[in-house]
């Protein structure tokens, strides 16, 4: 039984298909489009699919469309259709905001969005394409088979199904689904049932995106940065943002809709330098997360007395918060799915489908690594090399002879294996480097054109991580802040941020056979199990997919050497 997982809803468009319980393929649409996170999260672009993503799933399962016994969607439209539900003849206002029917609905803009998702299984069969008409030409709008599932389920099932707990309590921490924002489960076996949730307007999510707009970054996509900028920020702000986040006893919170340029002054531009006020803006803001998560997970402990917790939502990207909610809870274990975002809802709605209609037969798929996306083999890889007259050679011994390129302190292009699915770069599509020398961090940034307070992460020997960062185990996938010790924090300054915390990933020789071997060969040279790993894109561009965009990528920045497959390209030295 086949079952397609589709996000579209919002942005971070992506695709999944499961084949009884087996995870077959997974990636995000905006790796094949070059247009970062699919498309905006605005009602005009909810019609676009993720047909490219679609595609790949569909080719990996070697099938056609119509070969898929269901379809699932991780939004659920009739949660705010309401009582227009079922009727045919809803109005699509021509300027919704100066309709006055637009009060019948949550938001004026609600008939257009929701009319696009209603209308996803006739766009899914006819609005492919031409050029990918193998897989979708003769697609028949099946109703049948398609599954809308409420984007909340979509992700705690993300959390929780592919972790390894048999018991867990979930969070998930959002912008926003239907109408949750933040919703809390209890796991057990093969199921779900919510405990609780906080609705539209109050979200933590939609304030955090708020702020980075108000700093000046782009919300919906880079809350990222607006983390790395609280490091150099102080708590100036505190009681600003402590007055907009009414946090209660049981799991509810509240939050104050709030005109920050009264409070703040003017939001920062584009491109204007920065300055310690927004420093302090994103710092206070940060600890304000931290702490009003912080009361939310003790309430979920109290309320499941469960020791282990399963995160998802796009703020469960946040791994400095991550990190507090493991130092200060009770919750012995946390799993938080690498696709925490919306692209992860594909994942959770294809598998809460999948799980759902297999009842008896179901067990569970864990998610040990994330490379679920396109790969290349040799062949292909040389095929393409030659006809694109590149200069190129064959690596006899891939790891050892690109540890050597490391440990010369040059910058190369990472491409092996399949692509990971979810946003973090984890040594399928990386750029590497020496973690030795400091001013690899500036380097790096003026290599990949990002901002300077950018800080670049290390990736460790799963085997060596506890002595390197305190406390450091198993954390695969970029999602926990560690202190780097005392002792090695001469060693590995380039990775060291500003506040001695480091962004981990560990790799043992299951997930990544290679990568593993590279870092054991680099750390024989250097005695440092540690490489720096950063994805292989630049500023503004998604994560690289095919070798033509590894290449294309590669020949337009600054970097020395690209390893593709079993393949050495070098820039010759000036
Ligand atoms: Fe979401």
């Not at 940034?445 to 185990?473: H, M, Q, S, T």
Request: hydrophobic letters at 40%.
């Amino acid at each position: 039984m086949y079952t397609l997982g589709i996000n579209a809803a919002f942005h971070d468009s992506s695709a999944c298909i499961i084949k009884d319980g087996r995870l077959l393929a997974a990636a995000e649409e905006e790796r094949f489009t070059h247009i970062k996170h699919g498309k905006r999260p605005v009602p005009f672009s909810t019609y676009e699919l993720p047909f490219h993503a679609v595609n790949y799933c569909l080719q990996v399962a070697d099938i056609h469309l119509n070969d898929v016994d269901n379809i699932a969607y991780s939004f659920n439209p009739y949660i705010l259709l309401g009582k227009h539900a079922g009727n045919p003849e809803i109005s699509l206002p021509l300027q919704p905001q100066l309709s006055t029917k637009s009060k019948e609905w949550n938001s004026e803009w609600d008939p257009l969005f929701l009319s696009f998702i209603v209308n996803a299984p006739g766009q899914l069969a006819d609005g492919y394409p031409h050029h990918l008409q193998k897989r979708f030409a003769g697609a028949k709008t099946e109703i049948n088979k398609w599954r809308f599932v409420d984007h909340h389920i979509a992700h705690a099932v993300s959390a929780f199904l592919p972790s390894p707990y048999k018991r867990a309590a979930v969070m998930v921490l959002d912008g926003r689904g239907e109408k949750a924002t933040t919703s809390y489960y209890i796991g057990e076996g093969n199921d779900l049932k919510l405990l609780s949730q906080v609705n539209m307007p109050h979200s933590l999510g939609l304030l955090y995106e708020a702020v980075t707009t108000h700093l000046g970054f782009l919300h919906s996509s880079d809350e990222y940065k607006v983390m790395a900028l609280a490091s150099y920020g102080k708590p100036v702000y505190l009681d600003a943002f402590r007055k907009m986040v009414e946090v209660y006893d049981d799991g509810q919170y509240k939050i104050e809709g709030t005109d920050f340029e009264k409070i703040f002054g003017k939001r920062r531009l584009r491109n204007d330098p920065f300055t310690q006020k927004q420093f302090d803006i994103a710092h206070s803001l940060q600890k304000v997360l931290e702490e009003t998560v912080l009361k939310l997970a003790n309430w979920l402990y109290e309320k499941t007395q469960c020791e282990n917790l399963c995160l998802a939502g796009g703020v469960a990207l946040n791994c400095v918060m991550n990190a507090v909610i493991r130092d200060n809870t009770a919750f012995k274990n946390i799993w938080v799915q690498p696709a925490a975002g919306d692209s992860g809802t594909a994942l959770g709605a294809a598998l809460w489908v999948d799980a759902q209609q297999r009842k008896n037969s179901y067990e569970r798929y864990k998610m040990e690594h994330c490379y679920w996306g396109p790969d290349y083999t040799d062949e292909e890889t040389e095929q393409f090399l030659k006809w694109t007259k590149v200069p190129y050679r064959k690596l006899e011994n891939i790891a050892e002879e690109t540890a050597g390129i490391l440990a010369e302190d040059k910058v190369i292009g990472w491409y092996q294996g399949r692509m990971e699915f979810g946003p973090r770069a984890l040594g399928s599509r990386s750029i590497l480097a020496s973690p030795v020398n400091a001013s690899m961090q500036q380097r790096l940034n003026e290599i990949k054109d990002r901002e300077d307070f950018r800080p670049v992460a290390p990736v460790v020997l799963e085997e060596d991580a506890g002595d390197w960062f305190e406390d450091a185990g198993y954390s695969p996938f970029m999602l926990f802040v560690y202190n780097v010790k005392e002792d090695k924090a001469d060693k590995i300054p380039a990775v060291r941020h500003v506040d001695n915390t480091a962004r981990i990933q560990t790799i043992n020789r299951n997930q990544h056979p290679l990568y593993y071997d590279l870092i054991k060969a680099f750390k024989k040279k250097t005695g440092v199990p540690v490489l720096i790993n950063t994805s292989f894109n630049t500023r503004g561009e998604p994560i690289v997919c095919t070798p033509r965009d590894a290449i294309e990528c590669f020949w337009t920045s600054p970097f020395d050497a690209l390893v593709i497959n079993s393949f050495l390209l070098e820039k010759e030295r000036s």
